[in-house]
């Protein structure tokens, strides 16, 4: 669960749509010399039909599918987890960019908590983020020893940007604030269920100070910045 210095938090049926009947009619009768001729082009189209269908081009593979997330549960960890991948739009220096950001390192960290992974989040946070070292002390103690977590989801329920004119800090950092809610974390091992950490249902605010560095965002600090009872 995220942390903060403020507020501590562990952190068919089947049935057929249509029927089309291809057929002719036929009115008066046939001319024997047109129905000859209709014969003796006929007998030709064989041969048509055998050459189109010798140079015909096989059909390409099918495109192989990932396999399929599976959640974590008593019986494991999850597995077949992708890794979120960061929007264009978060790469870019500007309020939007950042609001893109935030939201994108929560996905991060889900991705953590569902995998141990800490280094993507690491990837784009500093050594001064708290609530980042938090974050991996939690995630090193629910995956030690052959343990597992579950759940942990935080849910991004908005990003703003106080800063009217959009200017840094005295320190040169740029904020966002994000409202989170957070899933109840869910710990098992190999004996089974260890315990459950209660989650965040009322929605808090976190407030994030960024740092644009060598062409993209990166988190010096992060903090909850109110609880709602």
């Known amino acids: 669960?995220?942390?903060s210095?403020?507020?501590?938090?562990?952190l068919g049926s089947l049935g057929l749509a249509a029927i089309l009947l291809l057929g002719g009619c036929s009115g008066g009768e046939t001319d024997p010399e047109a129905q000859a001729a209709d014969q003796t082009t006929n007998s030709a189209e064989p041969s048509e039909t055998t050459d189109a269908g010798e140079t015909a081009v096989p059909a390409?593979?099918?495109?192989?599918?990932?396999?399929?997330?599976?959640p974590a549960?008593?019986?494991?960890?999850?597995?077949?987890?992708?890794l979120?991948?960061?929007?264009?739009l978060a790469r870019q220096e500007s309020r939007e960019g950042l609001e893109a950001f935030a939201a994108h390192w929560y996905e991060l960290a889900n991705y953590g908590y569902a995998?141990?992974?800490?280094?993507p989040v690491r990837t784009v946070s500093g050594d001064t983020c708290l609530v980042c070292d938090g974050y991996y002390r939690t995630l090193a103690s629910g995956y030690v020893d052959g343990d597992w977590m579950a759940g942990g989801k935080v849910h991004v329920e908005g990003v703003t940007t106080p800063s009217f004119?959009?200017?840094?800090?005295?320190d040169g950092y740029f904020q966002a604030i994000i409202t989170i809610t957070q899933e109840p974390l869910v710990y098992y091992g190999p004996e089974g269920y260890q315990g459950?950490?209660?989650g965040i249902g009322i929605p808090i605010e976190q407030i994030m100070e960024a740092e644009f560095l060598d062409g993209g965002w990166h988190v010096r600090t992060l903090e909850t910045l109110q609880v709602q009872q």
Do not use: C, H, Q, W
């Open 84 to 88: 979120p991948e960061m929007p264009e």
């Open 165 to 170: 004119d959009f200017v840094p800090t005295v």
């Open 196 to 198: 459950t950490t209660k």
């Open 5 to 10: 210095a403020v507020a501590p938090l562990r």
């Open 73 to 82: 549960s008593v019986k494991g960890p999850a597995e077949n987890v992708l």
């Open 115 to 119: 995998t141990g992974d800490v280094e």
């Open 60 to 70: 390409p593979p099918p495109t192989p599918t990932a396999p399929a997330y599976k």
């Open 1 to 3: 669960m995220i942390r």
